[in-house]
């Protein structure tokens, strides 16, 4: 009887989900669900969205939380963090432009690490107009 369950169990598990975004094949759900954070990290309700400063503004927070909350990063930046108050940019901005044309490369092809690559390849550079008061 034993043989039978483990074996019930082994069926389960060694059965393909594909990805819906991309067609990836991932042997289980929990993998699948690795994937689609990886490779397409953003959530679903933003698919089709473009980049809006109200977004901007939620990711920019979202960011700004996981940096205070991780003692990875030195007590320095965290406590600046900590006391930082987005004050956003213009959408007719030209580093807004930019943020926008590399967010909308993201959802549009899902890959993440072109995203951080073209990203650090480019608001770096204007990191003090786009996130003003921050050293």
Do not use: W
């Amino acid at each position: 009887m034993a043989r039978a369950n483990s074996f019930s169990f082994l069926q389960t598990q060694s059965q393909v989900v594909s990805c819906d975004i991309c067609g990836k094949k991932c042997k289980s759900r929990g993998g699948l669900k690795r994937h689609k954070t990886a490779k397409h990290g953003q959530s679903e309700t933003r698919q089709n969205n473009h980049l809006t400063s109200i977004i901007l503004s939620e990711l920019v927070e979202n960011a700004k939380q996981k940096v205070i909350n991780s003692d990875i990063y030195p007590a320095t930046i965290r406590k600046e963090l900590s006391q930082y108050i987005y004050q956003g940019i213009e959408e007719a901005s030209k580093e807004f432009q930019q943020l926008s044309s590399i967010y909308d490369g993201v959802l549009k092809n899902g890959d993440t690490e072109k995203f951080y690559g073209k990203f650090y390849s480019a608001i770096p550079l204007n990191a003090k107009k786009v996130f003003k008061g921050l050293s």
